[in-house]
């Protein structure tokens, strides 16, 4: 794995403007990739998402909800080291549940697929449309590919990562609008806190199909708003 800094990736700022996670970059303020697909959530996935509040209780799923969080910074923060060749420093560290699964993508979605590192932690924009914060991109297996880690409580199955699918779409589409790259896969590196890890990709022409369908989100974003 060797770092090859062949793209300049640009600083930004972040900030939230009326509820929404916005990207200060290159004079622009460009709402979130993530905010975008909060905003555009269907019907069905936000009742769900209110009938889980209901079942488990408010207390609980914010408990759920704080604790996935903390896990999912702290593991992205131990993967983010270990690309950049500081993870040594932290070997004299308590064992701790967000290390191992950190150790587990590393193990089992990285090492000796993983050949050449542009960029992580990496500033992501499409000019006038959206930014973001990608988790690493570079070479794997060969490919131009967009990766991203994922924490879970529980095991994913494909139908139900659509939002995954759609984040890949839109770093890519950023990625290949801005540096003139040439990205055709996208890549999920995934583990549960019971450390069993799933990786899930998309190429090619579905890869295509998320970037068009992550823009028709861009489009209804812009509409609710009024921006255009």
Same mark, same amino acid.
């Given at each position: 794995?060797?770092?090859?800094?062949?793209? /300049?990736?640009?600083? !930004? $700022?972040?900030?939230?403007?009326?509820?929404?996670?916005?990207?200060?970059? @290159?004079? =622009?303020? &460009?709402?979130?990739?993530?905010?975008?697909?909060?905003?555009?959530?269907?019907?069905?996935?936000?009742?769900?998402?209110?009938?889980?509040?209901?079942?488990?209780?408010?207390?609980?799923?914010?408990?759920?909800?704080?604790?996935?969080? /903390?896990?999912?910074? !702290? $593991?992205?923060?131990?993967?983010?080291?270990?690309?950049?060749?500081?993870? @040594?420093? =932290?070997? &004299?560290?308590?064992?701790?549940?967000?290390?191992?699964?950190?150790?587990?993508?590393?193990?089992?979605?990285?090492?000796?697929?993983?050949?050449?590192?542009?960029?992580?932690?990496?500033?992501?924009?499409?000019?006038?449309?959206?930014?973001?914060?990608?988790?690493?991109?570079?070479?794997?297996?060969?490919?131009?590919?967009?990766?991203?880690?994922?924490?879970?409580?529980?095991?994913?199955?494909?139908?139900?990562?659509?939002?995954?699918?759609?984040?890949?779409?839109?770093?890519?589409?950023?990625?290949?609008?801005?540096?003139?790259?040439?990205?055709?896969?996208?890549?999920?590196?995934?583990?549960?806190?019971?450390?069993?890890?799933?990786?899930?990709?998309?190429?090619?022409?579905?890869?295509?199909?998320?970037?068009?369908?992550?823009?028709?989100?861009?489009?209804?974003?812009?509409?609710?708003?009024?921006?255009?």
């Amino acid at each position: 794995m060797q770092w090859n800094n062949k793209f /300049s990736y640009p600083k !930004s $700022m972040r900030s939230m403007i009326s509820g929404s996670r916005m990207y200060a970059v @290159n004079q =622009e303020k &460009l709402p979130s990739v993530t905010s975008i697909l909060q905003a555009t959530q269907s019907e069905e996935k936000k009742a769900s998402l209110a009938n889980w509040k209901v079942r488990v209780g408010t207390t609980e799923a914010n408990r759920i909800k704080n604790d996935a969080s /903390s896990r999912g910074t !702290s $593991m992205h923060n131990f993967l983010e080291k270990y690309l950049l060749g500081q993870l @040594n420093l =932290e070997l &004299l560290e308590i064992e701790n549940k967000s290390k191992k699964m950190a150790g587990e993508i590393i193990e089992q979605g990285i090492k000796g697929k993983l050949t050449e590192i542009w960029g992580t932690e990496a500033t992501l924009y499409y000019p006038g449309k959206y930014a973001g914060t990608c988790d690493a991109v570079g070479v794997y297996e060969e490919q131009e590919t967009i990766i991203d880690f994922k924490q879970s409580n529980k095991p994913k199955k494909e139908e139900w990562i659509e939002d995954y699918y759609l984040q890949l779409g839109a770093y890519s589409l950023a990625h290949n609008v801005v540096h003139n790259s040439k990205i055709t896969q996208g890549i999920v590196l995934l583990c549960t806190v019971d450390n069993l890890f799933q990786d899930f990709r998309i190429k090619d022409t579905k890869l295509e199909e998320y970037q068009n369908k992550f823009l028709e989100k861009v489009e209804q974003f812009y509409h609710q708003r009024n921006m255009i």
